[in-house]
């Protein structure tokens, strides 16, 4: 069972999306991306709608940024963030069935959503179709087995991880990704990772709430039950108090053309 985005999550990601440490992340990505003044871009998730937000920004009115998500929740967030401004549209939407005809777009970005998708390899070459011969593809996704997290309690640390792998279909998809891009007929350009570390644990960092996240999620699987679950996040206020707290996990950047 993977997260359903309905308002609660939908402005739960909004908030996480907007603390420092994904602002960094966006910032890197529009430069790896370098939208130009009249390109058109899809964005595969479009989610809250920052992303395409700052793109409607790059590509002007005289350019395109179209997005499709399967939240209609997501999707009245980018169109609240994007009203008046005529060069973005939005659709509910698949990643696997994009409803846009052969060679429609300059650009295909999609950030942390392929890991949700079932079918990674039909979505690839979706956005194959859809982009122009030369035009390009831009991802970043997380390896969730790369989180570093302190915690006194190992064992319990190890289970309410594997309880939140089952929130998506491929927790480590960057290792697979740049295989899959070639055979989807693209020529990897790019590939970087982006880390995030917060040596704090505060509302205003990325990982205060995506363990409020997990917490709520974990909760009966792997035999978690709830005391044991908010017990796991507690400890990282504890930890704040000592002056202990440590977060990481790498996100990677893969940019690709369409051969």
């Not at 409607?56 to 967030?77: F, H, N, P, Y």
């Not at 179709?129 to 087995?145: E, F, K, N, S």
């Not at 970087?192 to 009966?220: D, K, L, Q, T």
Request: charge should be negative; aromatic fraction near 8%; hydrophobic fraction near 40%.
């Amino acid at each position: 069972m993977t997260l359903q985005f309905d308002d609660e999550a939908a402005l739960a990601m909004e908030r996480m999306y907007q603390t420092p440490d994904v602002v960094g992340q966006r910032a890197r990505f529009h430069q790896a991306l370098a939208l130009r003044h009249g390109e058109s871009v899809l964005d595969v998730g479009v989610g809250p709608g920052l992303l395409a937000r700052e793109m409607a920004d790059c590509v002007g009115e005289t350019g395109r940024v179209a997005g499709i998500d399967q939240s209609a929740d997501m999707l009245a967030m980018s169109e609240k963030r994007c009203d008046g401004l005529a060069q973005t549209d939005f659709s509910k939407a698949d990643a696997s069935e994009l409803p846009y005809p052969d060679e429609n777009f300059d650009a295909v970005v999609s950030t942390q959503v392929y890991e949700y998708v079932p079918d990674i390899d039909k979505a690839l070459s979706e956005a194959a179709r859809v982009l122009r011969r030369g035009g390009r593809i831009q991802i970043l996704d997380t390896a969730w087995d790369s989180v570093v997290w302190n915690t006194a309690d190992p064992s319990r640390m190890h289970r309410v991880m594997t309880a939140w792998d089952e929130h998506l279909h491929d927790p480590n998809l960057p290792t697979t990704l740049g295989s899959r891009l070639r055979e989807a007929g693209f020529s990897v350009s790019h590939c970087e990772v982006i880390p995030i570390i917060n040596a704090s644990f505060h509302s205003n960092c990325y990982s205060h709430g995506i363990s409020a996240a997990i917490r709520n999620f974990v909760n009966g699987r792997q035999g978690i039950n709830q005391e044991e679950a908010s017990a796991w996040r507690n400890e990282f206020k504890e930890q704040e108090e000592r002056g202990q707290y440590f977060f990481s996990l790498n996100r990677y950047l893969f940019a690709g053309i369409k051969l």
